[in-house]
């Protein structure tokens, strides 16, 4: 559906979410991305909030989409699930070529423990797992009346240095293809001193495994 530029040597990474692809995580996320000029940058998400969805997909009518104006990128907003999006951003459908990274969010909100189950965040990040393609969920610990839309640019960057780690790894393909990362970004991020700390989940064995910058 759209032309490409193909002598374009960058990684190509794709965004989705499922607060909306006007929601300002997202694109804060997108921001930081383009900013960087590192990399290519594919926008795939829904035209409107689909948070607790899970894993859910549209089968019973056709999924519509529309172009969507994100300055630096190529953007479409789709009429579906976060499932969905990443299905179709990784489907040749709308992009000429498949992307190397998947990154869902930014989330409004912690996905930690239980919560991978039902979030439409996590489920972006899985289905591109799914589909054999290397993929990240990122959410933000929001706690009304302490944090600010703001916090979104900081944890954007923060993300930034585990992006490209990620990207160097799947070049010189040595990424492990056994799970895919959800990243939890602390509220108030701007006062804490950014570390990592890679863990399985409990239940999910081994399928997820959790990035918590808290050192849990």
């Known amino acids: 559906m759209e032309n490409n530029n193909s002598s374009d040597e960058r990684p190509t990474v794709m965004v989705t979410n499922d607060d909306g692809i006007d929601a300002p995580g997202l694109r804060a996320l997108v921001r930081v991305?383009?900013?960087?000029?590192?990399?290519?940058?594919?926008?795939?998400?829904?035209?409107?909030?689909?948070?607790?969805?899970?894993?859910?997909?549209?089968?019973?009518?056709?999924?519509?989409?529309?172009?969507?104006?994100?300055?630096?990128?190529?953007?479409?907003?789709v009429f579906g699930t976060p499932a969905d999006c990443t299905s179709l951003g990784i489907s040749k459908e709308l992009f000429s070529f498949v992307p190397d990274l998947v990154i869902s969010g930014i989330n409004m909100g912690s996905n930690c423990g239980y919560h991978v189950v039902y979030?439409?965040?996590?489920?972006?990040?899985?289905?591109?797992?799914f589909n054999g393609i290397p993929a990240v969920s990122v959410s933000y610990d929001w706690v009304g009346g302490k944090s600010s839309?703001?916090?979104?640019?900081?944890?954007?960057?923060?993300?930034?240095?585990?992006?490209?780690?990620?990207?160097?790894?799947?070049?010189?393909?040595?990424?492990?293809?056994?799970?895919?990362?959800?990243?939890?970004?602390?509220?108030?991020?701007?006062n804490h001193k950014i570390g990592v700390k890679a863990s399985r989940h409990l239940y999910v064995n081994p399928l997820l495994k959790v990035f918590d910058v808290r050192k849990r």
Request: aromatic share 8%.
């Open 149 to 190: 839309v703001d916090d979104y640019m900081l944890a954007a960057e923060a993300c930034l240095p585990i992006f490209r780690a990620i990207l160097a790894e799947i070049k010189n393909k040595s990424y492990p293809l056994n799970g895919f990362l959800n990243i939890d970004i602390p509220t108030d991020i701007a």
């Open 33 to 77: 991305l383009i900013s960087s000029n590192l990399f290519r940058v594919l926008v795939c998400a829904p035209v409107s909030e689909q948070s607790a969805v899970s894993h859910s997909i549209t089968w019973r009518h056709p999924v519509s989409v529309k172009q969507v104006d994100i300055n630096g990128a190529i953007a479409f907003a």
């Open 119 to 129: 979030s439409g965040t996590v489920a972006g990040a899985r289905e591109a797992f």
